[in-house]
T-cell receptor, first 113, second 111 residues
Framework: GAGVSQSPSNKVTEKGKDVELRCDPISGHTALYWYRQSLGQGLEFLIY????????KSGLPSDRFSAERTGGSVSTLTIQRTQQEDSAVYLC???????????FGPGTRLTVL | RKEVEQDPGPFNVPEGATVAFNCTYS??????FFWYRQDCRKEPKLLMS???SGNEDGRFTAQLNRASQYISLLIRDSKLSDSATYLCVVTQGGGADGLTFGKGTHLIIQP
């Protein structure tokens, strides 16, 4: 079956612009996760959705970051007024239920010039 | 946040050798444990779950020591294709509170 998909695969933007990243989880997976991985670094947890609600937003780096999930499926991560330090690979993962195996999408490589 | 610690390496190992590395976690309430593999510029992929009784999958053996709060991964007869970063994942269960990834151990298998 189809895995987790993310779009765009690459995004280059100018400092100060807003960007929107999309994640399409595996069908039927109730849990969805966003992570960020900077070059040579580990995965940084950003936010988690159970259904459409996000019980834990504490990982979002700043108030420029927001995320939503609608219909218990697709999620978007929005970064407003991008900064150069936002450059990273943004990974999305989904799991059937919380704490089940997570399956990752290919990521979106964001470059802020 | 709860911490998961791994030796970042790199571990340089000749092809055919056996290599082992550990991961320690600080939260004694952790419930689920996994090893993920991440190739350069790729997404992490599940390698194996880790059970208290230990589990083996071909050349890979994972073990959990709850008393000492560490997880190990053993790779026998290493192949060039085993070169990757191995991520330790620890969860509490029931939500994102316990989702913690280690920074990974970088393994290089040399011909």
């Amino acid at each position: 079956g189809a895995g987790v998909s993310q779009s765009p695969s690459n995004k280059v933007t100018e400092k100060g612009k807003d960007v929107e990243l999309r994640c399409d989880p595996i069908s039927g997976h109730t849990a969805l996760y966003w992570y960020r991985q900077s070059l040579g670094q580990g995965l940084e947890f950003l936010i988690y959705f159970q259904g459409n609600s996000a019980p834990d937003k504490s990982g979002l780096p700043s108030d420029r970051f927001s995320a939503e999930r609608t219909g218990g499926s697709v999620s978007t991560l929005t970064i407003q007024r991008t900064q150069q330090e936002d450059s990273a690979v943004y990974l999305c993962a989904s799991s059937l239920n919380p704490s089940d195996t997570q399956y990752f999408g290919p990521g979106t490589r964001l470059t802020v010039l | 946040r709860k911490e998961v610690e791994q030796d970042p390496g790199p571990f340089n190992v000749p092809e055919g050798a056996t290599v082992a590395f550990n991961c320690t976690y600080s939260n004694s309430a952790s419930q689920s444990f996994f090893w993920y593999r991440q190739d350069c510029r790729k997404e992490p992929k599940l390698l194996m779950s880790v059970y208290s009784s230990g589990n083996e999958d071909g050349r890979f053996t994972a073990q959990l020591n709850r008393a000492s709060q560490y997880i190990s991964l053993l790779i026998r007869d290493s192949k060039l294709s085993d070169s990757a970063t191995y991520l330790c994942v620890v969860t509490q269960g029931g939500g994102a509170d316990g989702l913690t990834f280690g920074k990974g151990t970088h393994l290089i298998i040399q011909p």
